[in-house]
């Protein structure tokens, strides 16, 4: 066991946490904000010439081949930073659903292009049933010619304004997990995108599909095999969310440090005051746990490991955590944190977004509880104890 | 990033298990816990236990082998303290993981030779005389002298809230050797004999069920070379030992004890069906196990720190709060959880769990202001770990 980060790992971080740190000035990312792309193209460029667009795709589609876990410090170091990029839609997505299902001449089309930051791509999952259930998946995928023909409406898109195609998933049987994945290239006829207006700084997107065809060579995986494809997506991307939320809640920490250290109220910094002491240190806690469970997380599930229960953990953790790191920092702060034009406020915003993305903290608890009923087991975890002879 | 336990170090673990689940059989635990100091076991047993875990092996097994230890990572030192934690065995307290690394680090060359080897034997109990009636939080108001006199020093005074001092063979003893210095530095450090003419001990009983202990020094003649450290350099010593003390408090193994408890009292059937087919109960079983699993990481996080050089401190401080907030929530929900049966004692025929639930509600209150305490901690992170002023 080395629940730590490795030599390499803490470069990669620290090399991150610098890039993202000048990579924009908080003027530049607030004018992004309800832009149509919502991200700088060339700050993304810039990401991609530093190997991240790549970096957890094997070297042949010119990767780096790293884990999870290099990924998620990235993220997080984009999180601290309040970096918008297509990190989420383009990688931890489209990329590596393709990746795990797509064909090779799928994979050969778009990973390299991804790798190198060309190709912006995403998926669409959710839709106004809300959830992220497979019952909740109502667009219809039926056979058509020799493909298929699309029909409904898709949320929370994100960077479909950018994207160069689309992954979506629908009902192609009448079992409850009968869904398929198909790719559908953006400028397809019938195909209706429109920017939602949301907190944080993803551009996320409304897709109506309305009559849209595809050739049979879109579905990505097997006709009707989607959902443990999308299953897995899901728990990367909430472990990512973790641990950008992660670096959301040490940006705030750090900003709310600065400020306790210099504003002097009744002839003191306020920093020594017993009450902000306190507050620091809940805040302080409550990032290290968050920090330690998305780590875990993103290990878990780049080692091969199921690596659900370590994310149902970690996201529902966080989700809360984070937001209540925010709003300490903002108790702390006081009128000046209300200010549009003190970053604050952009933490504020993304830990809104990032606690709702890919399942909120009950979310995962529900997915927690389903687990101690079902496999109690499992939801103790892979090291627990024998329970002590008295009460099995 | 490596989760899970190497092949050895599972191996290992398997091993401590086995060991404790032989040792510690309810059987033994009926025979040998104290009625009159509810909720503990004997200090017979536990001197008895603690010499077990020495011919085991245990006690030194992280030391390094210069010391006659198994230089072992503190990796297993970690899992070790989790299934000792785990099983309620006795023996895991200063005796074993404070004193041997504070005298390591900070004793002459004769008291690591006179010491050590009892110590890893497990023949030696210790209490750590730090606290007096005005000096607890505030460490360095300490007013037990110790004045000097040819090879002696002469110590007289009272300390207090002394944990395990009836069952202690030496003490290690904080004075004031200065009273003309500043606070911090007229302060000397001691190991004192307990068998020393002039010590007399009483007993408080604590809401808890046991009884805690105050230690009146009258007179008491200690030899120069028992002063651990230099003279008025006390303060030094103990800021030097006390993130030893915090490192082995911070291990999981009680949280993960109480959640397993609570599971079982949940998924037990009776009339009416089991407490865990209710979703409110599943819902705060799921944000104990989300808390616990916070505790767990935090703790072997540290270890894993340690096991590669490097020498975490206000983390410390942190974990132990962490394990501690976090045993205390189970010890709230697990009342509730309990419902009416939660008031009932050990002893009666109806009392769930042993009556433990009960027993340790009252006991971890001791959580919230020993070594520290929450909001002693909060100051000691906000501080030291993160730079603000005092």
Same mark, same amino acid.
């Given at each position: 066991?080395?629940?730590?980060?490795?030599?390499?790992?803490?470069?990669?971080?620290?090399?991150?946490?610098?890039?993202?740190?000048?990579?924009?000035?908080?003027?530049?990312?607030?004018?992004?904000?309800?832009?149509?792309?919502?991200?700088?193209?060339?700050?993304?460029? $810039?990401?991609?010439?530093?190997?991240?667009?790549?970096?957890?795709?094997?070297?042949?589609y010119?990767?780096?081949?790293?884990?999870?876990?290099?990924?998620?410090?990235?993220?997080?170091?984009?999180?601290?930073?309040?970096?918008?990029?297509?990190?989420?839609s383009t990688?931890?997505e489209a990329g590596l659903l393709l990746l795990d299902a797509g064909s090779p001449a799928q994979r050969d089309s778009y990973l390299p292009r991804i790798?190198?930051?060309e190709a912006i791509l995403t998926t669409a999952i959710a839709e106004p049933s809300?959830?992220l259930s497979p019952a909740g998946i109502r667009t219809r995928i039926t056979p058509a010619g020799n493909g298929f023909t699309i029909n409904g409406t898709k949320l929370f898109v994100r960077d479909a304004g950018a994207a160069e195609a689309i992954i979506c998933l629908g009902r192609t049987g009448d079992n409850e997990t009968d869904l398929t994945l198909l790719v559908v290239p953006r400028d397809t006829p019938g195909l209706k995108i429109r920017r939602?207006?949301?907190?944080?700084?993803?551009?996320?997107w409304e897709v109506v599909f309305d009559d849209v065809n595809v050739d049979a060579d879109a579905v990505v995986g097997e006709v009707g095999g989607a959902w443990s494809h999308v299953a897995r997506l899901l728990?990367?991307?909430?472990?990512?969310?973790?641990?950008?939320?992660?670096?959301?809640?040490?940006?705030?920490?750090?900003?709310?440090?600065?400020?306790? &250290?210099?504003?002097?109220?009744?002839?003191?910094?306020?920093?020594?005051?017993?009450?902000?002491?306190?507050?620091?240190?809940?805040?302080?806690?409550?990032?290290? !746990?968050?920090?330690?469970?998305?780590?875990?997380?993103?290990?878990?599930?780049?080692?091969?490991?199921?690596?659900?229960?370590?994310?149902?953990?970690?996201?529902?953790?966080?989700?809360?955590?984070?937001?209540?790191?925010?709003?300490?920092?903002?108790?702390?702060?006081?009128?000046?944190?209300?200010?549009?034009?003190?970053?604050?406020?952009?933490?504020?915003?993304?830990?809104?977004?990032?606690?709702?993305?890919?399942?909120?903290?009950?979310?995962?608890?529900?997915?927690?509880?389903?687990?101690?009923?079902?496999?109690?087991?499992?939801?103790?975890?892979?090291?627990?104890?024998?329970?002590? !002879?008295?009460?099995? | 990033?490596?989760?899970?336990?190497?092949?050895?170090?599972?191996?290992?673990?398997?091993? =401590?298990?086995?060991?404790?689940?032989?040792?510690?059989?309810?059987?033994? #635990?009926?025979?040998?816990?104290?009625?009159?100091?509810?909720?503990?076991?004997?200090?017979?047993?536990?001197?008895?236990?603690?010499? $077990?875990?020495?011919?085991?092996?245990?006690?030194?097994?992280?030391?390094?082998?210069?010391?006659?230890?198994?230089?072992?990572?503190? !990796?297993?030192?970690?899992?070790?303290?989790?299934?000792?934690?785990?099983?309620?065995?006795?023996?895991?307290?200063?005796?074993?993981?404070?004193?041997?690394?504070?005298?390591?680090?900070?004793?002459?060359?004769?008291?690591?030779?006179?010491?050590?080897?009892?110590?890893?034997?497990?023949?030696?109990?210790?209490?750590?005389?730090?606290?007096?009636?005005?000096?607890?939080?505030?460490?360095?108001?300490?007013?037990?002298?110790?004045?000097?006199?040819?090879?002696?020093?002469?110590?007289?005074?009272?300390?207090?809230?002394?944990?395990?001092?009836?069952?202690?063979?030496?003490?290690?003893?904080?004075?004031?050797?200065?009273?003309?210095?500043?606070?911090?530095?007229?302060?000397?450090?001691?190991?004192?004999?307990?068998?020393?003419?002039?010590?007399?001990?009483?007993?408080?009983?604590?809401?808890?069920?046991?009884?805690?202990?105050?230690?009146?020094?009258?007179?008491?003649? =200690?030899?120069?070379?028992?002063?651990?450290?230099?003279?008025?350099?006390?303060?030094?010593?103990?800021?030097?030992?006390?993130?030893?003390?915090?490192?082995?408090?911070?291990?999981?193994?009680?949280?993960?004890?109480?959640?397993?408890?609570?599971?079982?009292?949940?998924? $037990?059937?009776?009339?009416?069906?089991?407490?865990?087919?209710?979703?409110?109960?599943?819902?705060?079983?799921?944000?104990?196990?989300?808390?616990?699993?916070?505790?767990?990481?935090?703790?072997? #996080?540290?270890?894993?720190?340690?096991?590669?050089?490097?020498?975490?401190?206000?983390?410390?401080?942190?974990?132990?709060?962490? &394990?501690?907030?976090?045993?205390?929530?189970?010890? =709230?929900?697990?009342?509730?959880?309990?419902?009416?049966?939660?008031?009932?004692?050990?002893?009666?025929?109806?009392?769930?769990?042993?009556?433990? =639930?009960?027993?340790?509600?009252?006991?971890?209150?001791?959580?919230?202001?020993?070594?520290?305490?929450?909001?002693?901690?909060?100051?000691?992170?906000?501080?030291?770990?993160?730079?603000?002023?005092?």
């Amino acid at each position: 066991m080395d629940i730590t980060i490795d030599d390499d790992q803490k470069m990669l971080r620290e090399t991150a946490m610098a890039f993202a740190q000048e990579a924009m000035t908080a003027d530049a990312i607030r004018a992004l904000e309800g832009s149509e792309h919502g991200f700088d193209a060339k700050v993304w460029r $810039k990401m991609a010439e530093m190997g991240w667009a790549g970096a957890v795709f094997p070297e042949e589609y010119g990767g780096a081949g790293t884990g999870l876990l290099e990924l998620a410090l990235i993220v997080e170091a984009l999180g601290q930073g309040a970096v918008p990029s297509p990190i989420y839609s383009t990688v931890v997505e489209a990329g590596l659903l393709l990746l795990d299902a797509g064909s090779p001449a799928q994979r050969d089309s778009y990973l390299p292009r991804i790798a190198s930051g060309e190709a912006i791509l995403t998926t669409a999952i959710a839709e106004p049933s809300g959830g992220l259930s497979p019952a909740g998946i109502r667009t219809r995928i039926t056979p058509a010619g020799n493909g298929f023909t699309i029909n409904g409406t898709k949320l929370f898109v994100r960077d479909a304004g950018a994207a160069e195609a689309i992954i979506c998933l629908g009902r192609t049987g009448d079992n409850e997990t009968d869904l398929t994945l198909l790719v559908v290239p953006r400028d397809t006829p019938g195909l209706k995108i429109r920017r939602l207006q949301a907190a944080g700084g993803e551009a996320l997107w409304e897709v109506v599909f309305d009559d849209v065809n595809v050739d049979a060579d879109a579905v990505v995986g097997e006709v009707g095999g989607a959902w443990s494809h999308v299953a897995r997506l899901l728990l990367r991307g909430a472990a990512m969310k973790s641990a950008e939320l992660v670096g959301i809640g040490q940006a705030s920490l750090d900003l709310t440090l600065n400020y306790a &250290k210099t504003r002097v109220q009744f002839d003191r910094p306020i920093g020594s005051f017993q009450g902000v002491h306190h507050h620091c240190a809940e805040m302080y806690r409550d990032l290290e !746990v968050s920090r330690l469970l998305a780590w875990q997380a993103a290990a878990a599930l780049g080692d091969g490991m199921a690596g659900d229960r370590e994310t149902f953990i970690a996201k529902a953790k966080t989700s809360e955590a984070i937001q209540a790191v925010t709003r300490t920092a903002h108790q702390i702060h006081g009128a000046i944190g209300f200010y549009r034009d003190y970053p604050l406020e952009l933490y504020y915003h993304r830990a809104i977004a990032a606690a709702a993305a890919y399942g909120d903290a009950g979310h995962h608890r529900r997915a927690l509880a389903r687990m101690l009923r079902e496999n109690l087991g499992r939801f103790r975890g892979e090291s627990s104890h024998e329970l002590p !002879v008295h009460y099995v | 990033m490596d989760l899970k336990f190497t092949a050895e170090e599972a191996a290992f673990r398997d091993e =401590v298990r086995a060991f404790l689940r032989r040792e510690i059989t309810p059987a033994v #635990w009926e025979a040998h816990r104290d009625l009159a100091e509810q909720g503990m076991w004997t200090a017979e047993f536990t001197k008895a236990f603690r010499r $077990k875990l020495g011919a085991a092996g245990y006690i030194g097994m992280g030391w390094p082998k210069e010391y006659g230890g198994g230089g072992r990572s503190r !990796v297993y030192q970690a899992i070790f303290w989790d299934e000792m934690e785990y099983h309620r065995a006795p023996g895991l307290d200063r005796a074993i993981t404070y004193i041997p690394n504070a005298l390591m680090a900070l004793g002459s060359e004769a008291q690591k030779a006179e010491f050590l080897p009892r110590i890893i034997r497990g023949e030696l109990s210790w209490f750590v005389g730090y606290s007096e009636p005005e000096a607890g939080s505030d460490l360095a108001n300490v007013k037990v002298r110790a004045v000097e006199d040819g090879d002696h020093f002469v110590v007289t005074g009272q300390k207090a809230f002394s944990s395990d001092a009836h069952m202690a063979d030496y003490g290690w003893v904080l004075t004031r050797s200065d009273s003309a210095s500043s606070k911090h530095r007229g302060l000397s450090m001691f190991i004192i004999d307990m068998k020393s003419p002039g010590i007399t001990i009483t007993k408080y009983p604590t809401l808890a069920g046991w009884t805690h202990h105050a230690v009146h020094f009258d007179q008491v003649r =200690v030899p120069r070379s028992m002063l651990v450290g230099e003279v008025h350099q006390g303060w030094k010593t103990v800021m030097g030992a006390i993130d030893f003390e915090r490192a082995a408090l911070s291990s999981p193994g009680l949280v993960s004890y109480q959640f397993d408890r609570l599971l079982a009292w949940c998924t $037990k059937e009776r009339e009416g069906g089991r407490l865990i087919d209710d979703p409110l109960v599943q819902d705060e079983l799921v944000r104990l196990a989300i808390e616990a699993e916070g505790a767990k990481v935090m703790s072997y #996080w540290l270890a894993c720190l340690h096991a590669k050089g490097l020498r975490p401190q206000h983390e410390t401080s942190l974990a132990l709060l962490v &394990k501690r907030e976090t045993a205390r929530r189970l010890d =709230v929900s697990g009342l509730e959880l309990l419902g009416p049966f939660a008031p009932l004692r050990h002893g009666s025929p109806w009392a769930p769990l042993e009556g433990e =639930v009960e027993v340790e509600y009252r006991d971890h209150l001791y959580f919230q202001f020993a070594a520290g305490g929450f909001d002693i901690t909060r100051n000691v992170v906000a501080t030291r770990g993160l730079g603000l002023p005092r």
